[in-house]
């Protein structure tokens, strides 16, 4: 297990709705990244927070929001769901110093949208 | 933006064989290139990556080529086994974060 936890492993919500997806990196990581992996899009980088703060954005639709709080846990916030946005979610974690490529993967939570 | 592509999307190889990956880019600015492997039901794993400034890089059965005046790059496995079976994902990365990733070639080692 790399240490990167993500809950939940699965969700299934309806269209419209909100969920929120949580990320806990590994400890002494203080940077998360947030990536979206489906089957017509890929995968993809949303975006990457460090020490609470916002350093990146990537492909990051208006409806979806992230933030990391204090202790370093993160969440993504997705609204008003829609049938493509069912993805597999995951987040990563990367020490100090190091970047997105040194990242470890949690393990993903997978979004079904119906 | 960048824009990653990755050919093929499937591929077959009997075991023993070669099997090599191969993606473009478009942004001159990205400098490095890493090759992340995703076992089905499973994370994606770095397994190996090149920077701007290097052609080649090997480890062990697994090399990456690096052509920046073409703006290609390639993932070579030498000798497959049934394990490398999985789905293997290029990336072209540029200063700041911005990380794009190819569309995943399946990979499949017949014994």
């Known amino acids: 297990d790399s240490g990167v936890t993500q809950t939940p492993k699965h969700l299934i919500t309806a269209t419209g709705q909100r969920v929120t997806l949580r990320c806990s990196p590994r400890?002494?990581?203080?940077?998360v990244y947030w990536y979206q992996q489906s089957l017509d899009q890929g995968l993809q980088f949303l975006i990457h927070?460090?020490?609470?703060?916002?350093?990146a954005k990537g492909n990051i639709l208006e409806r979806f929001s992230a933030q990391q709080f204090p202790d370093l846990h993160s969440e993504l916030n997705l609204s008003s769901l829609e049938l493509g946005d069912s993805a597999l979610y995951f987040c990563?974690?990367?020490?100090?110093?190091?970047?997105?490529?040194?990242?470890?993967f949690g393990q993903g939570t997978r979004l079904t949208v119906v | 933006g960048e824009n990653v592509e990755q050919h093929p999307s499937t591929l077959s190889v009997q075991e023993g064989d070669s099997a090599v990956i191969k993606c473009t880019y478009s942004?001159?600015?990205?400098?490095?290139f890493p090759w992340y492997k995703q076992e089905l039901g499973k994370r994606p794993q770095l397994i190996i990556d090149?920077?701007?400034?290097?052609g080649e890089k090997k480890d062990q059965r697994i090399a990456v080529t690096l052509n920046k005046t073409a703006k290609h790059f390639s993932l070579h496995i030498t000798e497959t086994q049934p394990e490398d079976s999985a789905v293997y994902f290029c990336?072209?990365?540029?200063?700041?974060?911005?990380?794009?990733f190819g569309t995943g070639t399946s990979l499949t080692v017949i014994p």
């Open positions: 990336a072209a990365f540029r200063t700041g974060n911005q990380f794009y």
């Open positions: 400890s002494g990581d203080l940077s």
């Open positions: 990563a974690s990367s020490a100090p110093g190091q970047g997105p490529r040194e990242a470890f």
């Open positions: 927070y460090y020490n609470g703060e916002e350093r």
């Open positions: 090149i920077r701007s400034n290097v």
């Open positions: 942004d001159s600015a990205s400098n490095y």
